[in-house]
Structure formats: C-alpha cells, structure tokens
C-alpha cells in the first residue's frame, strides 16, 4: 500500500516511520527542500497548490492524507479532480479551519465551550462586549497557531485597539476561561465507524508553545476522563472523521469546556509512541487505510518534553532513565520545534526524577 501525506515536517516523519513496518510506502509534499520527513520518505518539493507536485504526491497512492489543517482549498480540489481519496473527509478540513465553524459544531452538540461572538468589523466591539463580557480574548478564525494571530483583552477599553491589531474582520472574541489546567484527547476512527481513544492528557505551554504532555492527566477522576473522550467520539462522529483527532480542553471546577480542535496528529500525542500499546501514529495509517484499529491503552505512565529553540546535548538527553529521544533535524530557531523528549515509567512516582531531569535540560536549551 502508498500514502501520500500533504507536508512533509516531523508529524509525517513519525507517521511515515509508522507506516514502515506495515509495509506501506510514503510520498510526502512539502515545499521545504529539508523537510523532516525528506530523510525516510519520498519527497516531492514543491508548493502544496503546485498541480505537477500534487499529482507526483498522489501518484500510486492508496489515500492522501494530511499532517496540517491549512492545506489550500485548490489543493484538495485538484486531487479530488485526480479521483484520488483524501481522508480524512473535506469536512474535517473545512470545520477546524475556522474557530467559529469549530465553536458552533462543538456547541451543537453540548460540549462546553468558551463564551464567544463573531467580529467582522470594528462597530462589533460593543455588541460582542455584551455578549462575551471582559476579560477574554481575541482570535483570528483562521490560520492561528501556537498562539499566533491572538491578543488578551484585559478590559472592554482595550477591544477596539485588539481589533485593529488583528485586521478589524474575521475575528472571534471569545470570553477567558478560568482554567486549572490544560487538558487534551486524542481519538482514532475508522473507515468501518469504530472508535479508540488514548487516555486524556495534561498539557503545559510556554510562549504560547506545548511545552510538556503527562499521559494520563495525573489525578483526573475516571467521570471527567471519560466525558473528554466522549467529546473526542463526539466530534469525530460529527465530522465524519477518519483517522486520528486531538480536542484541546480546559479543566475547570465546574468540568471540562472544550478550546480547539485539530483534526491530525498532534504534539500532545507523541507520548504514545512509547508510552501506548499503539501510538497514534500507527492508528492514523491504520485508519487512513481502513484497517482495523490498534488498542490506545498507556503502558504505565508517559510524559513527553518537547525539544524547542536548540537542542540540549544528546548524550545527557539520553542519560536519562527511560528516556526515548526524536530529533526532527530542523536547524535551530528561536520557538522552532526540534524535537521531543519521552519518558515511559511503571508509576508516577518513578517518573518525577527523570521527568524533572528532561524539563531542566529542555528549558536550558529553549532559553539558550
Ligand atoms: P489556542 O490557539 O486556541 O489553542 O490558544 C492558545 C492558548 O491560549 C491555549 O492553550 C490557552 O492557554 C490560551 N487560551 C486560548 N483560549 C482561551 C480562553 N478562551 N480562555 C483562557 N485561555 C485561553
């Protein structure tokens, strides 16, 4: 079997990595001659709306699927027009390409999610402050990322100047969440329907970056981890999903309010290379290709140290008792991912020290 991937950055790389052993073939398109995932799978380098590289990308291939919700809407055009099979589906793509669209279907189907008002002009501010009340914060709909493309809205005088900061239309202003902590949930889908969901996580982010995942999310009650994996089931049966799904979430004292939705693999899910039966790599092939599903259960606990900025010495990395080190082989760049660290332990209380140990060297090397 092929897979073809649009972008061709360390998600393909761990995904082409899983396909591997199934014997499955990756092509990957991305426009960046060292393209992490360039070093173990076929590299076609070009645009990702660049028709010769679409139909180079797509050539053989069973499925295309994608490691990034941006894709060009040309681009999944023109393979549809090839007759090739991009999963998952167009409406995945469409619905977490915008915040409202994501909102409004998570609110439809009664996930908790923030207060929030749609602003497509300056004159909305006032309408929205109503609605939403300060503080809270302003997003673009669109193309955000690791907290690009928002600002914070301490009091209903600082909305207007945040408007024009993010270009007075297409925004979201949504009210500020008094979270504990965050939270996220990854599941899987398959062409057949059937569901798996990883244990629910607890994520930590610096500069707007995810920083550390602990898997499963220390200290949550069995009740609240499931209502997170029923969100995840939720909204992958209400997009019709196939493959692998992250639903970013809050934990709050009056329980779980859902942020964002990526409909991929995701950072918060690296743990699981190691640290599940099968990672949620494996389980987007498998599930791409409509093959069954593998078992998402932790084996023990897990925590994941992203590696951003530049990168700690190897060897002290690996010094570190069940440490698994991935590096993406990306040059070093401040807030640039590199790669990531895993610790897999039989218990929480086993994985402190060497937890600790990979976060010191980690945060050297994001200062650095
Ligand atoms: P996002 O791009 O939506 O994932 O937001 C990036 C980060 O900003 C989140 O991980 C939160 O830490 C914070 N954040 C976003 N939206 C809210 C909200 N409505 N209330 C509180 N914090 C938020």
Known sequence: ???????????????????????????????????????????????????????????????????????????????????????????????????????????????????????DAPADAAAALTQVGAPGILKTRRLGYDGKGQVRVATAADLPAAIRELGGTDLIYEGLVAFTRELSVVVARGTDGSLVAYPPVENEHRDGILSCTVAPAPALPPAQAEAAQAIGFAVAEALGHIGVLCVELFDTPDGIVANEIAPRVHNSGHWSIEGAVTSQFANHVRGVLGLPLGDPSARGVAAMVNIVGTEPELAALLAISGASVHTYGKAPRPGRKLGHVTLVAESSAALAAPLAQARALCAAAWDA
């Open 1 to 119: 079997m092929r897979l073809g991937i649009l972008g061709g950055g360390q998600l393909a790389w761990m995904l082409a990595q899983a396909a591997e052993p199934l014997g499955v073939s990756v092509a990957v398109l991305d426009p960046s001659p060292d393209a992490a995932a360039g070093r173990i799978a076929e590299h076609v380098a070009a645009a990702y709306d660049d028709l010769a590289g679409l139909d180079a990308v797509s050539a053989g291939a069973d499925v295309v699927t994608y490691e990034f919700e941006n894709i060009p809407a040309a681009a999944v055009a023109r393979l549809a027009a090839l007759g090739v099979t991009v999963l998952p589906l167009p409406a995945s793509l469409t619905t977490t390409q915008d915040r409202a669209r994501e909102k409004e279907l998570m609110r439809g189907l009664g996930i908790h999610v923030a207060p929030y008002a749609l602003i």
